[in-house]
């Protein structure tokens, strides 16, 4: 691969090539975690629209003005109806991280599709749209945070297919956020990340390793973003071994009189909303599921 060089000299003295992906990689002013408040308790929050087919989530599913469609999907997870009376909440959180991210300052501007790129902890732009392929290497500690925003001048959507993202250095999927301003598409990708986009979110084979949360260009009186899988692996930060990483998903406060959080520590319903134990009524004092 060849790259361009750029020199540079300290004190007139010394003169250092420096290749333009090690550009990329070097230090960025690292970023605190966006708070998704109770949307980071959902492995998809959609607008209007959700749709499951041939796939496997692990983790929560919320629609706020629409149906949800599952056609031979392994759901580990409440799904709607059982998440009707917080998806509001959810998607209102989720429009109040989408806000903040797409008020973040950037440090460096991107372009090309990122293939063999090692990136460290840092906010990264493409001012347009991004279609993304080959290997991205995130590069960093354990408290590390990786921010990329897609479209900020205004319009650009998200394309990712084939494109694999991979963690060294202690870094964990769950402090990588993807803000787009319209839509996402990925497709045989094997996926890291919570996704904030601003129109919907298609996810078609591959695995997805993060929350994907679809219509932030929407508003609480008028949702918008649908989020559609098919055959595809998704895993929510908040099911995520070890539990939930950065994304700031509010713990499980469970027991009867707490109300629901729509959430569910340890799988202990076994997959089935039927058998959760984060309660829709019942007396203080009396712990057990409601009937």
């Known amino acids: ?15 250092v090539m420096v290749p333009f992906a090690a550009l990329l990689a070097s230090s960025a002013l690292a970023q605190t975690a966006p708070s998704l408040g109770t949307a980071g308790n959902f492995a998809v929050v959609a607008g209007v629209a959700g749709t499951c087919t041939a796939s496997d989530i692990t983790g929560n599913v919320a629609v706020v003005n629409g149906v949800f469609t599952n056609t031979g999907c392994i759901i580990t997870g ?34 090309g599709t990122l293939a063999g790129v090692t990136l460290t902890p840092g906010v990264y732009c493409f ?109 929510s930060c908040v099911y995520a071994p070890g539990g939930g990483g950065g994304g700031g998903g509010t713990g499980c406060n469970q027991g ?3 109300g629901p959080e729509a959430c569910d520590p340890g799988n202990s319903n076994h997959g089935s909303p039927s058998n959760s134990n984060d309660e829709l009524g019942g007396t203080p004092g009396h712990p057990g599921r409601k009937p």
């Open 1 to 15: 691969m060849k790259f361009c060089q750029k020199y540079f000299s300290l004190t007139g003295r010394l003169a």
């Open 78 to 111: 409440m799904t709607p109806p059982a998440t009707n009376a917080v998806a509001p909440q959810a998607y209102a959180d989720f429009l109040t991280a989408y806000t903040q991210l797409e008020n973040t300052a950037c440090t460096q501007t991107l372009t």
């Open 127 to 235: 001012t347009g749209a991004a279609t993304l392929t080959g290997t991205l290497t995130l590069s960093g500690p354990a408290n590390g945070v990786w921010i990329f925003k897609v479209g900020t001048s205004g319009t650009g959507a998200l394309t990712a297919t084939d494109f694999n993202v991979v963690m060294a250095g202690g870094a964990e999927p769950c402090n990588v956020f993807w803000w787009v301003e319209d839509a996402t598409t990925l497709t045989t990708s094997n996926f890291l990340g919570t996704v904030l986009a601003g129109a919907d979110i298609t996810v078609t084979g591959g695995t997805f390793h993060g929350d994907a949360l679809a219509g932030g260009e929407g508003t609480a009186r008028t949702p918008i973003g649908a989020v559609t899988l098919t055959g595809a692996d998704a895993t």
């Open 256 to 258: 009867v009189g707490n």
